[in-house]
């Protein structure tokens, strides 16, 4: 098992090299952080790391791991999701409260829509599954399930255009 000190002075020699390649993969600092430290507390918590190859490679292994698990999370999928509704290139930091409210907004907006959009989008998006496993769990087409998409997301963005975003206050979403 791994003293707190083998721990620390582990962090100390690699953690800026794991931050610069979980970078690579996520393009977000704090995502990044957030992930290295992930991979730091998962290899003091087991038990069974082998040393038939170099520790630091092992290390970088388990990132980019954790990094390609958050490019396949909601939580990296809802930044997707709101760049494709209002097609905006840079957002601002806002407060947890205010993503909070606007996550609730669009929530409450995607439960408006007709079902068969309704349902695809909660598919994709908040279940994560992929194009051809949402038209076999629906025994619809893939074309069929592309085109409900695309659909579904014009009549959100349709829904939500009157809506004054704060987190998009600085930027020009609707030219004139």
């Known amino acids: 098992m791994l003293t707190v000190y083998e721990l620390r002075e582990l962090m100390f020699q690699y953690t800026e090299s794991l931050i610069r390649l979980a970078y690579g993969y996520v393009k977000d600092l704090q995502a990044a952080e957030d992930i290295v430290q992930e991979v730091f507390i998962k290899f003091y918590h087991q038990n069974y790391y082998e040393e038939r190859g170099e520790l630091k490679a092992y290390l970088m292994k388990m990132t980019v791991n954790k990094s390609k698990d958050y490019l396949k999370s909601w939580?990296?999928?809802?930044?997707?999701?709101?760049?494709?509704?209002?097609?905006?290139?840079?957002?601002?930091?806002?407060?947890?409260f205010v993503k909070?409210?606007?996550?609730?907004?669009?929530?409450d907006a995607i439960l408006e829509l007709p079902f068969k959009h309704r349902e695809v989008l909660i598919h994709f998006y908040f279940n994560e599954m992929t194009i051809s496993e949402v038209?076999?769990?629906?025994?619809?087409?893939?074309?069929?399930?592309?085109?409900?998409?695309?659909?579904?997301?014009?009549?959100?963005r349709n829904q939500l255009k009157g809506i004054e975003w704060e987190a998009l206050l600085n930027e020009e979403i609707y030219p004139n």
């Open 75 to 96: 939580t990296y999928r809802k930044v997707r999701i709101q760049s494709k509704i209002f097609s905006t290139a840079g957002k601002q930091y806002v407060d947890e």
């Open 100 to 107: 909070k409210d606007e996550e609730a907004i669009i929530g």
């Open 135 to 156: 038209a076999h769990l629906l025994s619809i087409p893939e074309s069929t399930v592309k085109t409900r998409l695309s659909r579904g997301r014009d009549l959100l």
